[in-house]
């Protein structure tokens, strides 16, 4: 009994290219959104309020279920699987303008009594020591009389709420940070730092591209390179964020 398929050709069923990439493609930028809601984010570093453990120019990548599975929408929490830990360096929507990403350490947590005393932060009474943290003014601010003055170098003493965090930069003189705003509630947190993918230094104040322009410039016109528009830190890329 002859098979009524004997006849079709090897690759007659085969799906016409532009349907295959296409749903290749689409299949592809499903799996990148699911990533970079659920998973991993990438974010870049525009201020120097995190040197200097994080530098300007430095591109991080962030674990997004670190803190637990979020609704992508609202940030809300759907499925807890930890909570900020004392040292981790966050990512997390800045409280006082939700169009905002701050990256700070967390310093204080749940409960704490936090108090700065000339530039010295004691968590619960004691001394706490952040390694990483620089200061590199030694003037110290008065402790603040009002609203309007700052408490950079003393604070306090004040408890952290339930379910929110106290942040600090490293840059400790210069980082606008938990000491002027405020706590961060659990909510606001996009994720924990983990690891720079791309390190970049240019001319002061040059954004990426016209940096990179200048560094080509250089390039054609002087058959060498303008590292000072544009220098990749390759010493940087694939640094854990600690």
């Keep these: 009994m002859t098979s009524r398929y004997a006849g079709a050709r090897p690759g007659s069923l085969k799906k016409p ?6 749903e290749a493609l689409f299949i592809a930028l499903i799996l990148a959104l699911v990533i970079r809601a659920f998973l ?22 962030v674990n997004k279920f670190s803190y637990g599975i979020r ?3 609202t940030n809300k929490v759907w499925i807890s699987t930890s909570t900020p830990q ?13 169009s905002k990403d701050y990256i700070k350490r967390v310093v204080g947590l749940p409960g704490d009594r936090i108090q700065i005393i000339d ?8 001394v706490f020591k952040t390694p990483e943290a620089v200061y590199d ?3 110290i601010i008065p402790r603040p009389h009002g609203p309007t003055e700052s408490a950079r170098d003393n604070l306090g003493p004040t408890v952290v709420p339930a379910n929110s965090y106290f942040v600090m930069g490293d840059n400790r003189d210069h980082s606008y940070d938990s000491r002027f705003w405020g706590f961060v509630p659990m909510d606001n947190f996009r994720g924990k730092a983990s690891i720079v993918y791309f390190s970049w230094q240019g001319a002061s104040g040059q954004p990426f591209f016209q940096a990179l322009a200048g560094g080509v410039k250089g390039l054609v016109s002087q058959l060498s390179w303008n ?10 890329i694939g640094r854990i964020i600690h």
């Design 17 to 22: 290219f532009w349907r295959e990439y296409g």
């Design 40 to 61: 991993v984010q990438a974010f870049s570093i525009p201020s120097g309020s995190m040197q200097p453990t994080l530098l300007i120019g430095d591109y991080l990548l």
């Design 71 to 73: 609704n992508p929408l």
């Design 86 to 98: 004392r040292g981790d360096v966050v990512v997390f929507i800045f409280p006082q303008d939700p």
């Design 119 to 126: 530039k010295k932060v004691l968590i619960n009474d004691k």
């Design 137 to 139: 003014d030694p003037q």
């Design 227 to 236: 590292s000072n528009d544009f220098r990749v830190r390759w010493d940087r």
